[in-house]
């Protein structure tokens, strides 16, 4: 099924000068929430989750709202008529005759691409499997712009769950196209990146190492981006159990890092940060969670082509 219109289910879908202007209209409506109050009137925007969420679901659900539009969908697969064997096709063949738009997060890879062939309304990947979760991005992208001032020229540590982690990958993905981003993989052996990341970082000239130990990067970074492991990928629970407290930030783990560094996580988080961290003014994961909404609401009126004037 062809169609004009556009989908978000890799960040490569969107080029940085589309990116930049999602960072400038969240920045807008931060100053300005009331003059998109009504921007999304009558418009209906569908949440299909076959995998748990908190903050993704209702940060679009929310976004919405707060556009002046409205929302309908399911939070589990359980709860949908997927428990009694409906394809993802003939789900989203269905809904795109309900909504405008639709949010979709599933346990597989790909599925988000196969339903946007299956319908006439924008699709956006809300997290496929251990692949991409690209709206996570824009969320990290504008809370860095914002913390950091700039998306360029930074050494940025992702720590945790690299192979299965889909925000991490999405990230990179996203962070390769900007000038002068260093990276520092830290990960246990058995979760390290994928070989298909590690490739786009080598086709990219990209500037990065590898290693186990959090404390030796530490001084380095400017972002440190830390990820859950990702309890729900691991083929035993031996394993899981064995990798799961690798990593937890400490306040004395932060002792050698810079004053300005920016300390980030998608959430949910398990035991990979301390509850003391949360005092510290680098603690950038909540505020992430703000622009994450924002964002949303950016994305949403840009997919659905409507323009708020000043
Ligand atoms: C992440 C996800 O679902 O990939 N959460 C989120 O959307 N903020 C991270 C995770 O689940 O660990």
Redesign the pocket.
């Known amino acids: 099924m062809s169609k004009d219109i556009r989908n978000l289910i890799s960040i490569l879908d969107l080029s940085i000068e589309e990116i930049d202007k999602l960072i400038n209209v969240a920045n807008d409506i931060e100053k300005n929430p009331e003059k998109y109050a009504e921007a999304c009137r009558h418009k209906q925007l569908a949440t299909l989750f076959f995998e748990p969420?908190t903050?993704?679901r209702l940060s679009f659900e929310s976004a919405m709202l707060s556009l002046g539009g409205s929302v309908l969908g399911f939070s589990s697969a359980n709860s949908s008529s997927a428990a009694k064997g409906e394809s993802v096709s003939d789900t989203i063949q269905t809904v795109g005759n309900y909504a405008d738009i639709i949010a979709m997060r599933h346990p597989k890879e790909g599925a988000p691409f196969v339903a946007a062939n299956r319908t006439q309304v924008p699709i956006i990947n809300a997290?496929d499997g251990g692949h991409f979760?690209p709206t996570?991005t824009l969320t990290d992208l504008l809370t860095i712009s914002r913390k950091k001032g700039r998306l360029k020229d930074m050494t940025i540590g992702l720590c945790g769950d690299l192979k299965f982690?889909?925000?991490v990958h999405s990230l990179i993905e996203a962070t390769l196209r900007y000038e002068g981003i260093k990276y520092v993989l830290i990960s246990p052996e058995e979760l390290r990146l994928p070989e298909y990341m590690i490739d786009k970082l080598k086709e990219a000239g990209a500037e990065f190492e590898e290693i186990t130990d959090l404390e030796v990067a530490m001084p380095k970074l400017d972002v440190l981006y830390m990820?859950?492991i990702?309890k729900e990928r691991f083929f035993n629970e031996e394993d899981y159990v064995r990798l799961k407290d690798t990593y937890i930030l400490t306040p004395e783990k932060l002792n050698n890092a810079k004053e300005d560094l920016c300390i980030m996580h998608?959430?949910?988080r398990v035991n990979e940060i301390s509850v003391k961290v949360d005092d510290d003014p680098r603690a950038c994961y909540f505020y992430q969670t703000r622009c994450g909404k924002q964002v949303r609401m950016a994305l949403i009126l840009f997919l659905l082509g409507i323009k708020v004037e000043d």
């Open positions: 969420s903050r993704t997290g979760h996570q982690g889909r925000t990820t859950r990702q998608p959430l949910p």
